[in-house]
């Protein structure tokens, strides 16, 4: 790498830095009486954890270069501000209270307000436990009277051993439906899982047969059952029937195709009952902030035709929330749209052919590259999973 390229990534770095900074900056101007602080900092703690991300990988293509104690402390810099930035935020999430704890006029900490803080932490989700205990790093500057360090010390050891327990005994929730497989479970169905970005864990439906199993449903169609023509909210959440048709939801789907690298099939059916398949090895999406912009596809193998490459780099839309001028209202449907559209798997679903032929135009659950731009096919499916051999992101 050549010195030029060190300068890039340090300027890339520093852009990291500025990021993390101006989260921070944010997340010191809510109190307890903000109503919508839980909502935004959920937001902005993915946005953290994505900068974390970043800042690792640059920091050790650095490091190969430039072997130093400069390097280290500015590694250990940003991991020290990190973590203590991303634990505030955590226990503004969890417990509804402002920290630090609040100083008055005279210098003295709110040991009212600390003691509110310590006692629930027998409470806390296991999750952020075991992340603060795998990491080997905990900030207690907060805390001021050693009694209470203690308790917090003795607490997170009670808790460590439990979670390592349940760990042991596959207890503990996995990360996606790749996981579930590697635990024994064979048989397609509903599961529970958390991926690492995800604050609590959901429900999903889990194929685990086709292609070597470990697919999370995205979005099943096949019968019309569904209304998918919904606004930013029922998109952003989630809608439908497990069992039936449904749609995932733009926030799980982006907690999955971030927490690490992801491939993405489409399985569609005609109304000959023909199945062909489009598989993309480097599927994600961006945050609510990004408008959830299909951020990389990869490669593209199958027998579908390559139909959703030019929806690469798109916005996802709504009827309420447009970025494709008028598309999610006239195909009666949300999607990442792209004049409008050359495959679209949430789209207007027609009940048989002539009816797709006739509705309007172009409508309909469509592939371009798989019967053209007028024809609706009968059933289709979004699946995405962990690729096999998948380094985290």
């Known amino acids: 790498m050549t010195e030029e390229e060190l300068k890039v990534l340090i300027a890339r770095r520093g852009l990291i830095k500025g990021k993390v900074t101006r989260i921070k900056s944010y997340v010191e101007k809510f109190t307890a009486s903000d109503n919508t602080r839980t909502y935004q900092i959920r937001s902005r703690l993915l946005n953290l954890r994505e900068a974390f991300r970043e800042f690792d990988n640059i920091q050790n293509q650095i490091e190969l270069i430039e072997s130093s104690e400069r390097q280290n402390k500015e590694r250990d810099e940003f991991e020290t501000t990190y973590y203590d930035l991303e634990a505030h935020m955590q226990l503004l999430i969890d417990d509804g209270s402002t920290i ?35 990491r080997g790093r905990w900030s207690f500057e907060y805390y001021t009277k050693q009694q209470d360090l203690n308790e917090v010390k003795n607490q997170l050891a009670k808790t460590q051993e439990k979670i390592l327990t349940e760990i042991q005994d596959c207890k503990s929730v996995p990360r996606d439906c790749r996981e579930v497989q590697k ?32 697919w999370t449903y995205v979005v099943n169609r096949f019968d019309g ?9 029922d998109y ?24 690490k690298r ?31 912009r299909v951020k990389t596809l990869g490669k593209y193998t199958g027998d579908a035709g390559n139909s959703f490459y030019p929806h690469q780099n798109a916005n996802f839309s709504t009827a309420d929330n447009e970025h494709s001028e008028t598309c999610a209202a006239y195909f009666e449907a949300g999607w990442w749209y792209v004049d409008c559209h050359a495959g679209c798997v949430t789209c207007k679903y027609q009940r048989d052919l002539d009816e797709a032929r006739t509705h309007r ?19 289709a499916r979004m699946l995405i999973r962990p ?6 992101i």
């Open 100 to 134: 630090p704890p609040s100083t008055s006029s005279s210098g003295s900490s709110d040991t009212t307000n600390q003691s509110r803080v310590i006692n629930p932490w027998h409470l806390r989700p296991f999750s952020f436990l075991l992340s603060l205990i795998a």
């Open 183 to 214: 635990r024994g479970c064979n048989t397609s169905g509903i599961f529970r899982i958390q991926p690492m970005l995800s604050l609590q864990s959901f429900l999903v439906w889990c194929d685990l047969s086709t292609r070597e199993g470990g």
């Open 225 to 233: 059952s569904q209304n998918f023509y919904l606004n930013w909210t």
């Open 236 to 259: 952003k959440q989630g809608f439908g029937n497990l069992s039936g048709e449904y749609w995932l939801g733009l926030d799980h789907l982006y907690e999955l195709t971030n927490s």
């Open 262 to 292: 992801t491939e993405l099939l489409f399985e569609l059916v005609d109304w000959d009952l023909k199945k062909v398949y489009a598989l993309y090895d480097d599927f994600q999406i961006g945050n609510e902030f990004e408008m959830y």
């Open 361 to 379: 135009p172009f409508s309909g659950i469509k592939w371009n590259s798989f019967h053209g731009f007028n024809y609706s096919l009968k059933e």
């Open 387 to 392: 690729r096999l051999g998948y380094v985290p």
